[in-house]
């Protein structure tokens, strides 16, 4: 049976790192993945890469609009392994911490919130405010990781790729998914 991974992608720069999860998840052996992208995602996927957004959607084994409450990852009785939401715009990130779940982003973290399952928030803005900072505490007191998408300088990375691997493998530490996207300290 395959591990079911969800991954979200919303509307802040850096669209390039939940690619990066699609297309490493895709090309190792026993896991699924679930996909999500808001509609702003969409936009920064044409903008930022220059992939169109059904060659993302491609890399995904399960496909959902943002508004689909019917998708089985809109209920907590729909087993996975965690999700990660990368990037996760503070829009996003508001949304999760005050248990809003306007859109099937945040409700399938809610879901892994309340099952107790991991969710990455890969939070990307800056500079931060404090409200920013408010909403990253209580959505870590609530049980999500959050990882800025700030990546390492000490693998000496080369190319953007690299940083990008970097962020990504950092997501997949999280939910203990084994790759080798990144050499890690004194690797």
Aim: one cysteine or more.
């Amino acid at each position: 049976m395959k591990s079911e991974i969800i991954i979200g992608i919303s509307g802040a720069s850096g669209v390039q790192y939940g690619v990066r999860l699609l297309e490493t998840l895709k090309k190792m052996k026993g896991y699924e993945t679930h996909l999500v992208i808001s509609e702003s995602a969409k936009k920064l996927i044409e903008i930022e890469t220059a992939l169109s957004v059904r060659n993302v959607e491609k890399l995904a084994d399960n496909l959902y609009d943002d508004y689909d409450f019917t998708a089985p990852i809109a209920s907590g009785s729909h087993k996975n392994r965690g999700m990660i939401i990368a990037p996760c715009s503070m829009k996003t990130l508001a949304s999760i911490a005050s248990g809003m779940s306007d859109t099937l982003i945040s409700r399938a973290a809610d879901c892994c919130l309340k099952e107790k399952r991991p969710l990455v928030l890969m939070a990307r803005e800056t500079p931060l405010n404090l409200i920013h900072i408010e909403n990253m505490k209580r959505a870590l007191e609530a049980g999500a990781s959050i990882l800025p998408a700030c990546p390492a300088f000490y693998t000496k990375p080369k190319t953007i790729d690299e940083l990008v691997d970097f962020m990504a493998g950092r997501a997949l530490d999280l939910l203990s998914i084994e790759h080798n996207l990144y050499k890690r300290w004194r690797e």
